[in-house]
Every structure is written in structure tokens, then in C-alpha cells.
């Protein structure tokens, strides 16, 4: 695993081999970081790490200068691991041992950028709760994304919220956002205009 850039850049980690985690490789991870920086200032973003594994994703933000970031992982193991690190390379990461879905359930407070990494096995009605925990509970921050890597076999697509997909070998991100107030009026302006139907 490697920081591809930043004050870490080019930072090489090892992280145990039993952790059960698949790292977001340097390719897509690089992609999703241009696509970051073309939309929000980093350094000034605050970032929830969702199914956070090895850290990998955090590290990234930290390096780029991100202050507030709070990994979430139930795997006893991934969550020494990223304190370990992080105490190492004097990272400003809050790491918590929980179940996402519960976190997510109880969790109040907005973020700037969601990101959620879940095993790409997971079932398609698990997917879709990620999205559909954070919305309902207003966890995303008015400008914010929310991210979910998946595999190209798994479809978020026709979810509520959904943004736009990038695709990178087998990985794929699925942004979700909070649609504009301009295009929500628009469409409650055309509801109201279409006529009604007659069954």
C-alpha cells in the first residue's frame, strides 16, 4: 500500500496479511482524488472513512492535508492497525470499532465526503442501505459526496441520491449528492404541471 501523494507521498505501508481488506488500488485511488480536487478543497473537508480496512483511503486525505477524518471499521485488527499508523505519522484520524450500518443509524453529525469501502460481495439490499442510511439521516453535508466502491457486477445506479459512477478496472465509485434546489424546484414545478392520469 502506498500514498501516492501529498506530505506522504510515495509512503509505503505493510499492513498485516490476515486483515481481511482488499486496498483500493493506486490507479483508482489516484482517479477518485482528481475527481476530489476538481470539486472541493481538501484541506478544509471533513471526511467520514466507511468499511475503512487498512486505512488505505484515509491516509490519502490525511497526507493531502484533510484535519478532521473518522474511520469506522468492525474488524478488531484493521482498527489497531490504523491507529498504529496514524500515531506513527502523526495523522489526525478518530478511529472507531463499530458496525457501519449501526454507526450510520445513530450517527447525527454532517460530513463533507462520505467514502465506503464494503466487502464487493455484500448483497445489493446492503449497497443500497449505505445510501439510503446516510440521506435519511442527513449525514452528508449540502455540497458533500457520498462514495461507495463496488465491483462492476454490482449496480447502485437506480438509487435514490444517485450522482454519477466512474469505472476502473473492476472497481467502480458511485457518488451520490444531494440534488440541486434549482433542479428540485424544476421537477416538483413540472409534477405539478403534468396532467393527471385517469385509471
Known amino acids: 500500500m502506498r500514498i501516492i501523494s501529498g506530505k506522504y507521498r510515495g509512503k509505503r505501508l505493510m499492513a498485516p496479511k490476515k486483515l481481511p481488506v482488499r486496498p483500493t488500488t493506486d490507479v483508482a485511488k489516484e482517479a477518485l482524488f482528481n475527481i476530489l480536487e476538481n470539486h472541493f478543497y481538501l484541506q478544509d473537508?471533513?471526511?467520514?472513512?466507511?468499511?475503512?480496512?487498512?486505512?488505505?483511503?484515509?491516509?490519502?486525505?490525511?497526507?493531502?492535508g484533510a484535519h478532521s477524518i473518522t474511520c469506522v471499521d468492525m474488524h478488531a485488527g484493521c482498527i489497531q492497525f490504523i491507529q498504529k499508523t496514524s500515531k506513527e505519522l502523526d495523522m489526525p484520524l478518530r478511529v472507531i470499532r463499530s458496525d457501519v450500518f449501526r454507526f450510520l443509524d445513530k450517527s447525527r453529525?454532517?460530513?463533507?465526503?462520505?467514502?465506503?469501502?464494503?466487502?464487493y460481495d455484500m448483497s445489493h439490499e446492503e449497497f443500497a442501505k449505505i445510501p439510503e442510511l446516510v440521506f435519511a439521516n442527513e449525514l452528508l453535508e449540502e455540497e458533500g459526496f457520498l462514495i461507495v466502491e463496488h465491483s462492476k457486477f454490482?449496480?447502485?445506479?437506480?438509487?435514490p441520491f444517485f450522482s454519477f459512477a466512474r469505472k476502473y478496472g473492476n472497481c467502480v465509485f458511485s457518488f451520490f449528492e444531494w440534488?440541486?434546489?434549482?433542479?428540485?424546484?424544476?421537477?416538483?414545478?413540472?409534477?405539478?404541471?403534468s396532467p393527471l392520469k385517469i385509471v
Do not use: C, W
Open 109 to 119: 453529525s454532517g460530513t463533507d465526503i462520505i467514502f465506503a469501502d464494503p466487502p
Open 179 to 193: 440534488p440541486d434546489e434549482d433542479e428540485s424546484d424544476e421537477e416538483e414545478e413540472n409534477q405539478e404541471k
Open 45 to 64: 473537508v471533513s471526511v467520514l472513512d466507511l468499511f475503512s480496512g487498512t486505512g488505505n483511503i484515509s491516509y490519502e486525505f490525511a497526507s493531502r
Open 154 to 159: 454490482t449496480n447502485m445506479e437506480h438509487l
